[in-house]
Structures are given as C-alpha cells and as structure tokens.
C-alpha cells in the first residue's frame, strides 16, 4: 500500500536531492563544507551516500554495500542519484528489477535508466543487471514465508536500527553534535510536518538539561523570524530532524540559518536527502517504507543519542536532571 501524505511509503518517498557538499566520514556520517573547509560537486558527493542510506524492508545489506562501492567515484547528475538512491534502497530486489520497474520506483523515465548503467561504464542496464546478478546473491531475499506485512515492517525497522549501529561504530560525529548543542545558547530545534514528533521529542528531554531550548515546529513566514531571534539571542547551532516527504520549508530554512551563521546539524533520512546541501554535519538514519505512512524508530534513536552526547558536553547536566527529580518528588508530579 502506498500513501501520498507527508511521509507516505512507496513510490514517491525517495529521495533524489544532492548530499553533502563535503566528505563523509567512516561511520556514514556526512559533513558538509563549512565543517571541512572545502566543497565539492554535489554530483561527486551524492555518488558517494553512505551508509546511512536506508534499505527497504527485505534489503541484503552486503549488496546495498556493495552497490554504494559502485557508485563511488562516478559523477551522477540529480535525476541519476535519484535511481543510485532507489537501488541501494531497494538492494534486495535490484538485481531483479527491469528498466522499466526501476523507472517506475525512481520516478524517472526508461531512458534515463539507460544513461544511468552507460554512465556507470556498462553497455545498457542489462549489463548492469547481469553484473549485479553475479555479486549478489543467486536467490532473490525477501521471502518471507509466513511473515505478515506488518512483521515484515517491524523487521524492516530491526535492519535500520543495525545499520545505525554500525554507523555508530565511529561516534566522533555525534560528540561533535553534542558539543555543537551545549555551546549554543539557545539551541533551536526545526522540525516541521513528519519530523515534528522527532523535534519535538528532543526538545522536551533537552529542556531538562540545557538552559534554552527552542522548538521550531511551525512554517511559513514566521519561521525565520525565530531563527533571527535565537541567533540574536546567541545561537551558534541548528539541529533540524528531516523526513520525506520532505518540505521545501525546511531546506529554505536551512539555507537561511547558514547564511545567518548558524552551524546546522541535520538528523535525516538519506544522505542523498534535500537537506544535505545545506547542512554541515548529517547524521543519516533510515526510514521504514513498507506501510502507508513512514516509520522512523531509526531517526527517532539518534535523536535520544544526541542529547546523550549533550549531555556528556555539559558539565551541569547531572545537576539539572537531579534537581528536576527532586521537583517533580516534591510536586507529586508522576504516579509511582
């Protein structure tokens, strides 16, 4: 089943926007040029997702490695990322796929799939099919016997938590991020549409231990406003939660910040997400597609290891969380 509204699953929630600007580093996290000092084509970057993805529910993750491994180095134009993205999305099934069903997933035309394989230095997509015919498995995964669709989701979700994982091997970028967040005073927090529940979720523990956290959760007009307000306040950082389908909103409203000299720390779905042009530390984490609407357990996890990093970057945290405990004890405020 396949739904069209904010985060709906399906054909129509990928993602087919430029990457960072500048080098990912091992663990799958991307940052951006103002962070490394240097840009480069989005076309280079965006060859080069990461493993931060997403793979649909089913997806083998060796052949979504080594699917990343073929793009590497290639130059891709945006609607050639967006098949790169739909592939790795769709690892499992990729060896399997006609030109035309690939189209179809992708959103792009027959022909554009053509110039995709010739550009990856194949005669034609069937080559390209052939070739990852012998790298991946001889049987197509994804059979799940007596799984219903709604364990198949939930496995789905199992496999983005692992990959999460495994990008976490390398926590460098996170502690960068919780640093990033206990320097900035205040500390805006953008998430609009799908990913409110994410920012909202973050700002409510931040609160509890940084002295100034500002939820961003509502567009239009007065959304620069506010991020006027918060670097006039003395903001240094963003961090924005971005999920498909993702709202143009939010990619003006990072451009903004960055010009207002905010360093922006984005949680998103994909490293080929709109977003990342306009971020100088994404930190991806995959969404489930296989229902009507999205699920994002990964995204919302990262969010809960953010503030752990944050709180490990403030030195008052411990203090704060106490004298909250000790409120709370005195107003009766939860039911023991």
């Known amino acids: 089943m396949s739904g069209d509204g904010d985060n709906g699953g399906g054909i129509g929630s990928g993602i087919g926007g430029a990457a960072g600007d500048g080098p990912r580093d091992k663990a799958g996290m991307t940052?951006?040029?103002?962070?490394?000092?240097?840009?480069?084509?989005?076309?280079?970057a965006?060859?080069?997702?990461?493993a931060g993805s997403?793979?649909?529910?089913?997806?083998?993750?060796?052949?979504?490695?080594?699917?990343?491994?073929?793009?590497?180095?290639?130059?891709?134009?945006?609607?050639?990322r967006r098949i790169a993205h739909?592939?790795?999305?769709?690892?499992?099934d990729a060896p399997f796929l006609s030109s035309v069903e690939l189209a179809e997933l992708a959103g792009v035309s027959q022909p554009s799939v053509t110039r995709f394989a010739v550009a990856l230095g194949f005669d034609?997509?069937?080559?390209?099919?052939?070739?990852?015919?012998?790298v991946a498995p001889t049987e197509k995964p994804g059979d799940t016997g007596s799984c219903n669709e709604y364990q198949q989701a939930v496995q789905a979700e199992i496999d983005n938590l692992r990959h999460l994982a495994a990008a976490l091997a390398d926590p460098s970028p996170v502690i960068e991020a919780g640093r990033l967040f206990a320097a900035s005073r205040p500390l805006p927090v953008l998430g609009l549409r799908a990913a409110t529940a994410q920012a909202a979720g973050f700002s409510y523990f931040a609160r509890k231990v940084h002295p100034?956290?500002?939820?961003l959760d509502e567009g239009g007009t007065m959304l620069t406003d506010r991020i006027d307000a918060a670097v006039r306040a003395g903001a240094s950082a963003l961090l924005c939660f971005a999920l498909p389908r993702h709202p143009r909103e939010v990619v003006d409203a990072l451009e903004y910040a960055r010009t207002a000299g905010l360093t922006v720390v984005t949680v998103a779905d994909s490293a080929f997400a709109p977003v990342a042009h306009h971020t100088d530390l994404l930190l991806p984490a995959a969404v489930g597609t296989g229902l009507a609407f999205d699920t994002a357990c990964a995204p919302m996890l990262l969010g809960r290891v953010l503030l752990e990093?944050?709180?490990?970057?403030?030195?008052?945290?411990?203090?704060r969380l106490e004298e909250f405990d000790a409120?709370?004890?005195?107003?009766?405020?939860?039911?023991?």
Do not use: I, N
Not at 86 to 92: E, G, K, P, Q, S
Not at 212 to 215: F, I, K, N, Y
Not at 328 to 334: D, E, I, P, S
């Open 46 to 50: 965006g060859a080069r997702a990461g």
């Open 31 to 44: 940052h951006g040029a103002r962070a490394t000092g240097g840009p480069e084509t989005g076309a280079d």
């Open 212 to 215: 100034d956290v500002r939820l």
């Open 124 to 134: 034609g997509y069937p080559a390209l099919r052939r070739h990852l015919r012998e």
């Open 86 to 92: 739909c592939m790795v999305r769709r690892a499992a």
């Open 54 to 80: 997403g793979v649909d529910a089913g997806a083998d993750t060796g052949t979504a490695a080594r699917l990343q491994k073929l793009f590497e180095g290639h130059r891709l134009t945006p609607t050639q």
């Open 327 to 336: 409120r709370a004890a005195a107003r009766g405020l939860f039911v023991e």
């Open 309 to 319: 990093a944050m709180c490990d970057a403030l030195p008052d945290a411990q203090a």
